[in-house]
T-cell receptor, first 115, second 111 residues
Framework: GAGVSQSPSNKVTEKGKDVELRCDPI?????LYWYRQRLGQGLEFLIY????????KSGLPSDRFSAERTGESVSTLTIQRTQQEDSAVYLC?????????????FGQGTRLTVV | QKEVEQDPGPLSVPEGAIVSLNCTYS??????FMWYRQYSRKGPELLMY????GNKEDGRFTAQVDKSSKYISLFIRDSQPSDSATYLC???????????FGAGTTVTVRA
């Protein structure tokens, strides 16, 4: 496809379970970003990748959160031992260079609900 | 105090009205200012991107930045029902990856 694709679109999980969220960036985009959008709040930066490396992980809320990117393409955000406060929409974006500007595009997000 | 403040609304206007949205911020180092539109169950899409102070116009949309007041605005002229969405302001110090977002204002344009 031409855009950023995220899967699943929706995920309901029980508290304490692990979840994996996937992001397929636009082909050729070397930079990839993860943001979190809680209900009624602005987007929060989580982590970004330049190629396969993650120079800035400062936004990850706790050590239960991790992310990786392979082949300068697909990225996976993993949340271990999910808590109710992890419920949010997780958004991925990609761009040709490291900048959230006119060349960066978001996916539709994964809506995570922890029950 | 949040770094970026945005009135969450909701805002309801009749078709054809001018929609006025705004954000205030506390970090005087912000230089890049953006407005995103987000339809329900979709990702944000970039509407306007401006650097430093001044006005920028794109069709029915006008973005204004007043750095002295730490205040940015988005105006939508001749609003249409298709403009019904949540509008998010965002800003950054550098032209880079880390944006600070407002909470978003939900707008409904009534036909």
């Amino acid at each position: 496809g031409a855009g950023v694709s995220q899967s699943p679109s929706n995920k309901v999980t029980e508290k304490g379970k692990d979840v994996e969220l996937r992001c397929d960036p636009i082909s050729g985009h070397t930079a990839l970003y993860w943001y979190r959008q809680r209900l009624g709040q602005g987007l929060e930066f989580l982590i970004y990748f330049q190629g396969n490396s993650a120079p800035d992980k400062s936004g990850l809320p706790s050590d239960r959160f991790s992310a990786e990117r392979t082949g300068e393409s697909v990225s996976t955000l993993t949340i271990q031992r999910t808590q109710q406060e992890d419920s949010a929409v997780y958004l991925c974006a990609s761009s040709p260079q490291t900048a959230m500007n006119t060349e960066a595009f978001f996916g539709q997000g994964t809506r995570l609900t922890v029950v | 105090q949040k770094e970026v403040e945005q009135d969450p609304g909701p805002l309801s206007v009749p078709e054809g009205a001018i929609v006025s949205l705004n954000c205030t911020y506390s970090n005087s180092a912000f230089q890049y200012f953006m407005w995103y539109r987000q339809y329900s169950r979709k990702g944000p899409e970039l509407l306007m991107y401006t650097y430093s102070s001044g006005n920028k116009e794109d069709g029915r949309f006008t973005a204004q930045v007043d750095k002295s007041s730490k205040y940015i605005s988005l105006f939508i002229r001749d609003s249409q029902p298709s403009d019904s969405a949540t509008y998010l302001c965002a800003m950054s110090v550098y032209n880079d990856y880390k944006l600070s977002f407002g909470a978003g204002t939900t707008v409904t344009v009534r036909a």
